[in-house]
């Protein structure tokens, strides 16, 4: 009968245990997305991950600082990891361009998905809050058209920017995908192919 290998012993000199190849990240976004400083632990996990690994988001959020949603946004598309976005409940608000910054997704049965334009609010005399509106109605415009272009259409967009709220089920967002997904691939077989060039040789 074979004995067991003790290690430490000559035996196992040459003897190599395995090595995850990947490891799997979780993290829930439960709730408010709050302020950044309490995200970054999860920026610096997920912006250094190795393709190798996969990052899931649990979403179940009502939305919050539309900041905190676009720092996500960034870190997320510099990620070489596969970024899954699972909704289990509630996606809305700044949790929507959170979900949509992932390169795949998961949508619960019976969650449930609002979009709309962002909130706040102007101080100080009445040139500056004049000044403040018209910088942030263009800045709207920009992310709104940059985050939902081939999701939403262009006039959804116009309505989100007049202050429409748009509700969807899981359902529809999920055909909604399939269809950016399968656009996005013909716009890439559409693009020309470089010729190639043909070698001179030397005479």
Same mark, same amino acid.
């Given at each position: 009968?074979?004995?067991? &290998?003790?290690?430490?012993? %000559?035996?196992?000199?040459?003897?190599?245990?395995?090595?995850?190849?990947?490891?799997?990240?979780?993290?829930?976004?439960?709730?408010?997305?709050?302020?950044?400083?309490?995200?970054?632990?999860?920026?610096?996990?997920?912006?250094?991950?190795?393709?190798?690994?996969?990052?899931?988001?649990h979403i179940?959020?009502? =939305?919050?600082?539309? #900041?905190?949603? &676009?720092?996500?946004?960034?870190?997320?598309?510099?990620?070489?990891?596969?970024? &899954?976005?699972?909704?289990?409940?509630?996606?809305?608000?700044?949790?929507?361009?959170?979900?949509?910054?992932?390169?795949?997704?998961?949508?619960?049965?019976?969650?449930?998905?609002?979009?709309?334009?962002?909130?706040?609010?102007? #101080?100080?005399?009445? =040139?500056?809050?004049?000044?403040n509106i018209?910088? $942030?109605?263009?800045?709207?415009?920009?992310?709104?058209?940059?985050?939902?272009? =081939? #999701?939403? %259409?262009?006039? $959804? &967009?116009?309505?989100?920017?007049?202050?429409?709220?748009?509700?969807?089920? =899981?359902?529809?967002?999920?055909?909604?995908?399939?269809?950016?997904?399968?656009?996005?691939?013909?716009?890439?077989?559409?693009?020309?192919?470089?010729?190639?060039?043909?070698?001179?040789?030397? %005479?």
């Amino acid at each position: 009968m074979d004995k067991p &290998i003790e290690f430490g012993s %000559t035996n196992t000199m040459n003897c190599f245990l395995d090595r995850p190849l990947s490891k799997v990240h979780k993290f829930y976004l439960s709730g408010d997305v709050r302020s950044p400083s309490e995200y970054i632990t999860w920026f610096e996990t997920i912006r250094n991950a190795p393709e190798t690994d996969v990052v899931v988001l649990h979403i179940n959020s009502y =939305g919050g600082d539309l #900041f905190t949603a &676009i720092q996500f946004m960034r870190v997320m598309g510099e990620s070489k990891a596969n970024i &899954i976005a699972s909704v289990e409940g509630a996606c809305m608000s700044a949790a929507t361009l959170i979900f949509l910054a992932a390169k795949n997704w998961e949508i619960s049965n019976h969650s449930m998905f609002m979009f709309h334009n962002y909130a706040s609010a102007s #101080f100080g005399k009445g =040139g500056e809050m004049y000044d403040n509106i018209i910088h $942030e109605r263009k800045w709207s415009e920009k992310l709104w058209n940059d985050i939902y272009k =081939g #999701f939403l %259409t262009q006039e $959804e &967009i116009k309505s989100i920017l007049n202050n429409k709220d748009i509700w969807m089920a =899981g359902e529809e967002v999920s055909k909604r995908l399939t269809d950016k997904v399968k656009n996005t691939e013909k716009a890439i077989k559409k693009l020309p192919v470089p010729k190639k060039t043909a070698k001179k040789k030397n %005479t």
